[in-house]
């Protein structure tokens, strides 16, 4: 799969931002779609996935009620709204495709799948937090 991020960058503690991701792989039907994050020091964390066929979502209680993720059919595109950011949060966030959902479903709820090949990463936006 191919996976391009955007929309990273600066935002003060409390604000928003916005990141995109851009999933295409001509084999799959459906491409399900993970976001994950991983600062300095960490390892990668996954935060937050959609399920391409059905809508399903899965969110990860670090980011539960503060991060949203979305899909437009249209634009071919997942987003992921994150609000009221807090210094925990920066890092660099990475989007993942996969025609498989149980991997993505199972890395951001902490229940395993940590060894498996996602199909598709993009390059990483980072996203900075300031005081």
């Known amino acids: 799969a191919q996976v391009a991020e955007s929309g990273g960058g600066l935002v003060q503690t409390g604000g928003s931002l916005r990141l995109s991701c851009a999933a295409s792989?001509?084999?799959?039907?459906?491409?399900?779609v993970g976001w994950f994050r991983q600062a300095p020091g960490r390892e990668r964390e996954g935060i937050a996935c959609?399920?391409?066929?059905?809508?399903?979502?899965a969110i990860a209680d670090s980011v539960k009620g503060r991060f949203t993720i979305s899909k437009d059919n249209r634009e071919k595109k997942v987003y992921l709204q994150m609000d009221h950011l807090r210094p925990e949060d920066p890092g660099v966030y990475y989007c993942?495709?996969?025609?498989?959902?149980?991997?993505?479903?199972?890395?951001?709820?902490?229940?395993?799948?940590?060894?498996?090949?996602?199909?598709?990463w993009g390059q990483g936006t980072q996203v900075t937090v300031s005081a």
């Open positions: 959609i399920n391409d066929e059905d809508g399903r979502i």
């Open positions: 792989d001509k084999s799959l039907i459906y491409i399900h």
């Open positions: 993942a495709a996969d025609g498989a959902w149980g991997p993505l479903h199972d890395r951001v709820l902490g229940l395993g799948s940590e060894l498996y090949q996602f199909g598709g």
